[in-house]
């Protein structure tokens, strides 16, 4: 069975731009977490969404956000990119909320 | 109080030794721990998971839960230096704002 996928895996981007992440879930999984990891703060929780529905958000501000698709794969925003941004985005896929959740490999955000 | 809490290391031990991480949470209702292993610059796997009291096994791993004490462990026997990463625990809080959260990670350092 194939793991969780994030696109792309690296990005640059400048101070004031937005940036879309994809993620695709492990097939039959249809809750998908988003979290930011940095060395200082660790894991942060962003978002879950199950079924196409937001079921949970992190305290972070307005400018991050997500959705999710039909067929499970999600997709997050962030807008008017700042420095603190950079950090490794993760995506994690699970059966159902309170299941075992499985990490995609992330995806490097670097902001200059 | 953090909601999840973990030493941060870093621990040593040598090669062949038991090693000891631990976690304690601070929902008494949480209802689902997890214990992923994270290797510098990859994302985290999940290496156990535990939901009713107790000890659970699995090959070189055992995670024990007491609930009572809201206290989670993962013992590594025979550890090897390819179990040297950083290892998070991680617990399904409930409530309204039920979510995964996770500790700050313990480093382990196997030496030979």
């Known amino acids: 069975k194939a793991g969780v996928t994030q696109t792309p895996r690296y990005l640059i981007k400048t101070r004031g731009q937005q940036v879309t992440l994809s993620c695709s879930p492990i097939s039959g999984h249809r809750s998908v977490s988003w979290y930011q990891q940095t060395p200082g703060q660790g894991l942060q929780f962003l978002f879950e969404y199950f079924s196409e529905t937001q079921r949970n958000k992190g305290n972070f501000p307005g400018r991050f956000s997500g959705r999710q698709f039909s067929n499970s794969r999600s997709e997050m925003n962030v807008s008017t990119l700042e420095l603190g941004d950079s950090a490794l985005y993760l995506c994690?896929?699970?059966?159902?909320?309170?299941?075992?959740?499985?990490f995609g490999p992330g995806t490097r955000l670097t902001v200059t | 109080q953090k909601e999840v809490e973990q030493n941060s290391g870093p621990l040593s031990v040598p090669e062949g030794a038991i090693a000891s991480l631990n976690c304690t949470y601070s929902?008494?209702?949480?209802?689902?721990f997890f214990w992923y292993r994270q290797y510098s610059g990859k994302s985290p796997e999940l290496i156990m998971s535990i939901y009713s009291n107790g000890d659970k096994e699995d090959g070189r791993f055992t995670a024990q839960l007491n609930k009572a004490s809201q206290y989670v462990s993962l013992l590594i026997r025979d550890s090897q230096p390819s179990d040297s990463a950083t290892y998070l625990c991680?617990?399904?809080?409930?409530?309204?704002?039920?979510?995964?959260?996770f500790g700050t990670g313990t480093r382990l350092q196997v030496t030979l």
């Open positions: 991680a617990v399904f809080l409930t409530g309204t704002a039920s979510k995964l959260t």
């Open positions: 929902d008494r209702g949480s209802q689902s």
């Open positions: 994690a896929s699970s059966f159902s909320p309170t299941y075992e959740q499985y």
